[in-house]
C-alpha cells in the first residue's frame, strides 16, 4: 500500500502492538564516508537547486510556490500563505544548514517547481534528547503531482541531513503515513465570526442569528491580567528556564537554550508574537503565551482573499491560570485583527478549548519521527511539540 514508506526506517503498521522492539533508533548511523556522496537521481527534465533564502528574489520563487501549491484544506477552500518573512524565519534558526533547503528547478525554463526543508533541532523523547531535522515545506507543483516525485524529494533531504551527522527527524502532514507518534485535534476559536462564516470557515450555528453570534465571540478591549506585557530581549534567560522546565513533563518536546529562544520566542512582526506575565510586586516572569502568524488565502471569494489566522505556539502558566492567559492571548489577537485562533490539542490545551469557545475544526494533524521508534503512541497532552 506505502510502496515507500514501507521502505523506509519507520515504524511500520504491522509491529502496532509488538512490545518486544525496543524504543530508539530503527537503523544505526553508517560512517559518513558510506553516506551517498551524489545527488539522487531525478527525472532528466529537472536539476536539483540549493535555495538561499538570504536572497530577495529566491525567497521570492519560494514564497510564491507555496502560495500556490502548498497546503488546502479537504475541500480547497483556503490554502496556506505563509509570508517571505516567516519562511526566512522559520528556515533560518540557530544552527542552520542552507544544504537543508532544497528546490527542485524545470532544466529548460529554471522555474521552480517542488521544495523541501530541514531545519536542526534537539528533541527529547522519554529520558534521551537526539539531534533531529525537522522537516516541512515539502511542496510538489499541482502539475507534477503523483510523479513519484516527493520520495526522491524525501531521499534527497534524508541524504543531506546524514551528512551532517544527523540520523533521526520530526515532521506533520495532514495525511496518515507510516506511522503517527500522536494523531492532533485543530480547534477554532473565531474572533471575526461573521467574517468567517461569509467566506465558509465557519456556519452559523443551529438557532443562531448573525448578531447573535458576533456577540457570543465578543471579547474583551483589554487584557486582564496585571503585568501581562510582550516578551522582550532581557526576557531571553527568564522565558528559557520556564519553557526548559514545563516542557520536561512531556514526552516528546524541544529542548530549547536561550540562543534557541531568542530566535524562535523572542517577538517578530507579523511571524510571531510572545508574551508574558511579570509578577508586579517581585518582577518575577511566571507565565508566558504565543502564537504564530500564518494567513491563508481564500479561494474564489468575491469580497474576501485572505484569512488571518494565529497559531497557537508554546503557553506555560505557573502563577496565572492557564484559562486566564489564553483568554488574554485572544484578547490581543482580536485586537491585532486576526479573524480567527487556532490551537492544537497538544500539551495542556485542552483544559481551556471548550471554555474559551474553541470548536473543533475539520482537520487533523499527524505526528511523525524518522528513525526512532516510540513505544507506545502518545497522547495528544503527552506531546510538547508544536512544529510550524
Ligand atoms: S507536510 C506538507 C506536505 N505538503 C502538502 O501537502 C502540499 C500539497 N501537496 C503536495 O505538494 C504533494 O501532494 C506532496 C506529495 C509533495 C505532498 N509527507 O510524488 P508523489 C507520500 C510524506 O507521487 P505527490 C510536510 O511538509 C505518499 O504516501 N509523504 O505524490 C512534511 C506516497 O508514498 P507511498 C507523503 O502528491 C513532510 C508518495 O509520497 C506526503 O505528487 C515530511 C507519493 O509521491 C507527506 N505530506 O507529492 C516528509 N504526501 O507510496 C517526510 C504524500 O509510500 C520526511 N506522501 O504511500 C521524512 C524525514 C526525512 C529526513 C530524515 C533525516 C534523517
Ligand atoms: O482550517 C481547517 N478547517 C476549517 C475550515 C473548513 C473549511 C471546509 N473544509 C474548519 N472550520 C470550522 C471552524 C468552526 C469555528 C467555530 C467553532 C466550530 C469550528 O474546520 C482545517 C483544520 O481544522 N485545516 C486544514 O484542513 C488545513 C490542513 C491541515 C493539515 C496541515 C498539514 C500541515 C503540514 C505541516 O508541515
Redesign the pocket.
Given at each position: 500500500k506505502h510502496k515507500f514508506w514501507e521502505t523506509q526506517p519507520v515504524r511500520q503498521f504491522k509491529d502496532i502492538g509488538d512490545t518486544s522492539i525496543p524504543e530508539g533508533p530503527i537503523e544505526p548511523p553508517t560512517p559518513l564516508s558510506e553516506v551517498k556522496q551524489e545527488p539522487y537521481n531525478l527525472p532528466s527534465a529537472y536539476e536539483w537547486t540549493t535555495c538561499d533564502m538570504d536572497s530577495e528574489e529566491i525567497c521570492n520563487e519560494v514564497y510564491a510556490l507555496l502560495k500556490n501549491n502548498y497546503?488546502?484544506?479537504?475541500?480547497?477552500?483556503?490554502r496556506?500563505n505563509y509570508s517571505k518573512e516567516f519562511l526566512r524565519w522559520a528556515l533560518r534558526p540557530p544552527g542552520y544548514y542552507r544544504s537543508w533547503h532544497i528546490g527542485v528547478r524545470a532544466k529548460a525554463s529554471k522555474k521552480l517547481v517542488a521544495f523541501i526543508t530541514g531545519v536542526p533541532a534537539r528533541i527529547r523523547v522519554h529520558d534521551k534528547v537526539v539531534k533531529m531535522a525537522e522537516?516541512?515545506?515539502?511542496c510538489v507543483h499541482k502539475k507534477l503531482r503523483s510523479k513519484r516525485l516527493a520520495p526522491v524529494m524525501i531521499k534527497e533531504v534524508t541524504r543531506r541531513v546524514h551528512l551532517e551527522n544527523i540520523w533521526q527527524a520530526a515532521?506533520?502532514?495532514?495525511?496518515v503515513l507510516p506511522t503517527p507518534v500522536t494523531t492532533c485535534?485543530?480547534?477554532?476559536?473565531?474572533l471575526n465570526?461573521k467574517k468567517?462564516i461569509d467566506v465558509?470557515?465557519?456556519?452559523l450555528?443551529a438557532r443562531m442569528t448573525m448578531s447573535r453570534t458576533i456577540k457570543l465571540?465578543r471579547l474583551p478591549d483589554s487584557t486582564v491580567t496585571p503585568g501581562f506585557r510582550t516578551m522582550e530581549l532581557r526576557d531571553v534567560p527568564a522565558v528559557t528556564r520556564l519553557l526548559r522546565n514545563y516542557l520536561s513533563q512531556f514526552v516528546v518536546a524541544p529542548v530549547f537554550d536561550e540562543d534557541d529562544v531568542e530566535h524562535w520566542l523572542l517577538p517578530t512582526e507579523n511571524v510571531v508574537d510572545s508574551y508574558l506575565v511579570e509578577s508586579p510586586e517581585n518582577h518575577e516572569i511566571t507565565d508566558f503565551c504565543s502564537f504564530y502568524t500564518l494567513p491563508?488565502s481564500i479561494l474564489g471569494n468575491q469580497t474576501h482573499s485572505t484569512l488571518k489566522?494565529a497559531y497557537s505556539y508554546y503557553n506555560v502558566s505557573t502563577k496565572t491560570p492557564l484559562l486566564q492567559l489564553m483568554n488574554d492571548v485572544l484578547i490581543v489577537a482580536k485586537q491585532k485583527d486576526f479573524d480567527?485562533f487556532?490551537a492544537l490539542d497538544v500539551m495542556q490545551n485542552e483544559s481551556f478549548l471548550k471554555e474559551l469557545?474553541?470548536?473543533?475544526?475539520?482537520?487533523?494533524?499527524?505526528y511523525y519521527l524518522y528513525n526512532y521508534r516510540v513505544r507506545n503512541a502518545l497522547k495528544p497532552l503527552e506531546l510538547g511539540l508544536v512544529?510550524?
Open positions: 497546503v488546502e484544506d479537504d475541500e480547497n477552500m483556503f496556506f522537516i516541512n515545506f515539502l515532521y506533520t502532514a495532514g495525511v485535534q485543530y480547534w477554532h476559536r473565531s465570526p468567517l465558509g470557515f465557519s456556519r450555528g465571540y491563508s489566522a480567527v487556532n469557545k474553541f470548536g473543533p475544526g475539520d482537520g487533523q494533524l499527524h512544529l510550524l
